[in-house]
């Protein structure tokens, strides 16, 4: 019997079909794609496409497919000549969220010594991250701020920095999933951004470019939150740990609250200081919560690359590295092999000395009571007009801009106490995050309730 020949494959049939409810086979996913990459489909049938998903939804099958094709877009990054155990940690985004910064040193630590002697294989943590998008930081933002700090490395060049420090930090690369830079630009001017398909195809797409062994992923919910509904998030969550586990990667996802900045300060050097602090031993105690989910988020990676038998020892270990020193060591090893001056903060070098804004000031209280709420997207909305965001793409950010929280949720607040100080480099540029903090932080007569910080650990099962 002679077969038929494959039907031709055109795009206004694949929009018209997914606009009609039905379900997208493997082969339309991947024509898409791949037409999206050539640019041999408009910008109005990808566009029309895109709002078809967001409204229809996808299937776990379409969905899965929808990242494959995504990640094989392009160059993929592979390091298995490292014959390491390859794994990772993304989070959805917040304010004040540096534990990039330090759970990649972490990490890097334990991972040196290794093989161990019982043969498990030495860790290695390829991290790709990005730039500040909406009201929160990015972790290339952040390490720009060290003085010759290069994020932007060639693949070659992120494998060697892999294979003498253990980690290394970049920023996507022009040839790695091409078509999530297509696809997010025009959702982000279409209206499609919040789409939990949309977001895991996009995020799963360029983790699973890394080739990873395993990956942890840091689901924040709460008013700072991308997704700022519990429900939402965990959705998020789930459809983001189905679509690794589909893919051969062992996921894990812990939803976290994203209520108020994690951490001491907000912005770009400032956090580089506070990690740096941390990893000196000079544990301030604003920073408690920063270094709690940092060992917990670690001590997941640690576990899942069997360097510890559960996640709770694994967080123990990460701590002990962190508290030994190691990890800062790692961490100088890192900067210097990716071209930063570590001369700010190596031996007796006090980070603080490079934190020079121009114009600063603080907000008090005006009553007693207890900090009871703020909107933290708008508190990270502030960070940004003091400059340590864009407010268009390729905009330059403010090293020194930021704030630095005197209190957390739940603490007992007296009459003119200090709750934030806003840093700028410019007078003029106070005035607006001033106000929008003071309208935002809620003080109450009675203490409120306030979240645990992790909220829930997704698995596979
Ligand atoms: N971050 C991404 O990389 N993609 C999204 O769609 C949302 C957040």
Not at 196 to 212: D, G, Q, Y
Request: with cysteine; charged share 15%.
């Amino acid at each position: 019997m002679t077969q038929l020949p494959q039907a031709p494959l055109h795009i206004i049939d694949i929009i018209r079909h997914k606009r009609d409810g039905l379900t997208l086979s493997d082969a339309e996913i991947q024509h898409f794609i791949r037409s999206v990459v050539d640019h041999s489909i408009t910008d109005s049938q990808t566009s029309a496409l895109l709002m078809a998903i967001f409204l229809r939804g996808l299937t776990p099958q379409e969905l899965a497919a929808l990242t494959t094709a995504m990640r094989f877009s392009g160059e993929v990054f592979d390091a298995t000549p490292l014959h390491t155990f390859t794994i990772d940690k993304h989070s959805t985004g917040g304010v004040g969220d540096k534990t990039s910064l330090l759970i990649a040193p972490i990490l890097a630590a334990a991972g040196l010594a290794a093989p161990t002697p019982a043969g498990i294989p030495g860790i290695c943590v390829p991290m790709i991250s990005g730039r500040s998008l909406g009201h929160t930081g990015g972790t290339l933002d952040k390490l720009e701020t060290i003085p010759g700090f290069n994020t932007q490395l060639s693949l070659q060049q992120f494998f060697d920095t892999l294979k003498s420090c253990g980690a290394s930090l970049i920023g996507q690369t022009p040839t790695l999933v091409p078509a999530d830079r297509i696809l997010y630009a025009l959702r982000d001017h279409i209206g499609t951004i919040e789409s939990p398909n949309l977001i895991t195809a996009s995020i799963m797409s360029k983790k699973l470019a890394e080739s990873l062994n395993a990956l942890v992923l840091d689901v924040k919910t709460g008013s700072g939150a991308f997704m700022k509904v519990y429900e939402d998030s965990k959705h998020l969550a789930s459809l983001m740990v189905q679509t690794g586990t589909l893919a051969g990667t062992r996921t894990v996802a812990l939803l976290t609250s994203m209520d108020q900045p994690l951490g001491r300060f907000s912005g770009n050097w400032v956090e580089v200081w506070e990690c740096v602090d941390i990893m000196k031993q000079h544990r301030h105690p604003m920073s408690a919560d920063l270094i709690a989910l940092t060992n917990i988020l670690s001590g997941w990676m640690l576990h899942l690359a069997g360097h510890a038998d559960s996640p709770e020892a694994g967080a123990a270990l990460a701590n002990e590295i962190l508290l030994s020193g190691k990890a800062f060591q790692a961490f100088l090893k890192i900067v210097q092999a990716q071209g930063g001056d570590i001369t700010l903060f190596a031996g007796e070098a006090n980070p603080a000395t490079f934190h020079k804004p121009t114009a600063t000031r603080t907000l008090k209280a005006e009553t007693a009571g207890y900090l009871s709420s703020m909107d933290c997207t708008e508190v990270g909305w502030a960070v940004q007009r003091l400059g340590a965001g864009r407010a268009k793409p390729g905009d330059p950010v403010s090293a020194h801009a930021g704030i630095e929280v005197h209190l957390k949720l739940g603490d007992k607040v007296e009459p003119h106490q200090p709750l934030i100080t806003l840093f700028a480099e410019d007078e003029s540029l106070l005035a607006e995050p001033y106000e929008m903090l003071r309208y935002t932080l809620k003080i109450t007569p009675n203490p409120p309730t306030v979240q645990s910080l992790i909220r829930e650990v997704i698995t596979a099962n």
